[in-house]
T-cell receptor, first 115, second 111 residues
Framework: DTAVSQTPKYLVTQMGNDKSIKCEQNLGHDTMYWYKQDSKKFLKIMFSYNNKELIINETVPNRFSPKSPDKAHLNLHINSLELGDSAVYFC??????????????FGEGSRLTVL | DAKTTQPNSMESNEEEPVHLPCNHSTISGTDYIHWYRQLPSQGPEYVIHGLTSNVNNRMASLAIAEDRKSSTLILHRATLRDAAVYYCILRDGPSGSRLTFGEGTQLTVNP
């Protein structure tokens, strides 16, 4: 069983559309993240949720809205897609309270291409 | 977050040891040193972490300088599967739930 799974793996869409990427983890973790990796391969944190509550919200346009229906899921919805949103988006999870020693488990990524 | 400095790229031969350096001269007393790697077309994966003492696990060893201003990730026998980008990351003890990635070192392993 995949620990952190993301769907879809690939997404090609037109500018202006709205799309969602789903993430599920079966590790029993309480904290989940979204990271963005751009064409230059820089990985940047976007959001973090702990027990369905938002705890990290980096400087991300409000077109991006994370939603956590339960602690095993963290979905990313993107409105009015722009060319610059093209990237690979990674979901990750870790055990609550593990702080600086907890291992983050990452999904395989969802490659979004905006045309 | 305290900054780390790594070489952009390194090369190694298969079945030889690899020493990946990382400088973190502004490390604070509560920062843990973490290493992650990212294989091609995959998400990052945890390799190892430490605070002050050297650490070993099934994947690698971590050697931490006495003043903690630098560390070295050691792969004892490189395989082709170890070709990846290796990230050295500092995480603050009290509040370090996030990982802040730098540019990492692209390791090439030659057969």
């Amino acid at each position: 069983d995949t620990a952190v799974s993301q769907t879809p793996k690939y997404l090609v869409t037109q500018m202006g559309n709205d799309k969602s990427i789903k993430c599920e983890q079966n590790l029993g973790h309480d904290t989940m993240y979204w990271y963005k990796q751009d064409s230059k391969k820089f990985l940047k944190i976007m959001f973090s949720y702990n027990n369905k509550e938002l705890i990290i919200n980096e400087t991300v346009p409000n077109r991006f809205s994370p939603k956590s229906p339960d602690k095993a899921h963290l979905n990313l919805h993107i409105n009015s897609l722009e060319l610059g949103d093209s990237a690979v988006y990674f979901c990750a999870s870790t055990r609550e309270g593990s702080g600086a020693v907890g291992e983050l488990f990452f999904g395989e990524g969802s490659r979004l291409t905006v045309l | 977050d305290a900054k780390t400095t790594q070489p952009n790229s390194m090369e190694s031969n298969e079945e030889e040891p690899v020493h990946l350096p990382c400088n973190h001269s502004t490390i604070s007393g509560t920062d843990y040193i973490h290493w992650y790697r990212q294989l091609p077309s995959q998400g990052p994966e945890y390799v190892i972490h430490g605070l002050t003492s050297n650490v070993n696990n099934r994947m690698a060893s971590l050697a931490i300088a006495e003043d903690r201003k630098s560390s070295t990730l050691i792969l004892h026998r490189a395989t082709l599967r170890d070709a990846a980008v290796y990230y050295c990351i500092l995480r603050d003890g009290p509040s370090g739930s996030r990982l802040t990635f730098g540019e990492g070192t692209q390791l090439t392993v030659n057969p």
